[in-house]
């Protein structure tokens, strides 16, 4: 079946600006995840959603981030005021449940100019 | 909090020879999981085996094995049978709370025929 999805693949966007980040789960899965991995790091937890709402976002950096899953499927992680630090692959990842792995996408990889 | 230490400079192996990434980890949660994750160039990350801290038995699937001792708060990955396709980044990574994951900064490896 089909894995998990994210799009766009790659984006780049100037300082100051707003941006979205898609991601489409694997189907099923109640359990989604996103992480954020800057260059020569592992991914560094960003937050949780279990259906509509969001179960843990201790790992938002600040309140420029935001993240929205109206109908328990498709997450939207947006950045407000982009800055150059935000520049990163940002990951999402899906599980069936709470517990038992997950299962990453592709990655969007932002550049802030 | 919870640490995952992988500290092994970027390793060479020969093609059909096994490898052993190290991992150590720092939690105070009494349940918690461990796993490996590969990601190769391409930037996906794929799940490659799992560990329960409970789990008395070390977790095998296929080529790859978790070598579990939990009095050092250890988990190392072993590749039996190395191939090509083997070379990657690796990441060992502590779930806590939601699910949520703590990575490693990764282990590089390079397949070498």
């Known amino acids: 079946g089909a894995g998990v999805s994210q799009t766009p693949s790659n984006k780049v966007t100037e300082k100051g600006k707003y941006v979205e980040l898609r991601c489409d789960p694997i189907s099923g899965h109640t359990a989604l995840y996103w992480y954020r991995q800057s260059l020569g790091q592992g991914p560094e937890f960003l937050i949780y959603f279990q259906g509509t709402g969001a179960a843990d976002d201790s790992g938002l950096p600040n309140d420029r981030f935001f993240a929205v899953r109206p109908e328990g499927s498709v997450s939207t992680l947006k950045i407000q005021r982009t800055e150059r630090g935000d520049s990163a692959v940002y990951l999402c990842?899906?599980?069936?449940?709470?517990?038992?792995?997950?299962?990453f996408g592709p990655g969007t990889r932002l550049t802030v100019t | 909090a919870q640490k995952i230490t992988q500290t092994q400079p970027g390793m060479f192996v020969q093609e059909k020879e096994a490898v052993t990434l190290d991992c150590t980890y720092d939690t105070s949660d009494q349940s918690y999981g461990l796993f490996w994750y590969k990601q190769p160039s391409s930037g996906e990350m794929i799940f490659l085996i799992y560990q329960g801290s409970y789990d008395e038995q070390n977790a095998t699937e296929g080529r790859y094995s978790l070598n579990f001792q939990k009095a050092r708060k250890s988990a190392n990955l072993v590749i039996s049978a190395s191939q090509l396709g083997d070379s990657a980044m690796y990441f060992c990574?502590?779930?806590?709370?939601?699910?949520?994951?703590?990575f490693g900064k990764g282990n590089q490896v390079v397949v070498i025929p």
């Open positions: 990842a899906s599980s069936q449940g709470w517990l038992g792995e997950q299962y």
């Open positions: 990574a502590l779930s806590y709370g939601n699910n949520r994951l703590a």
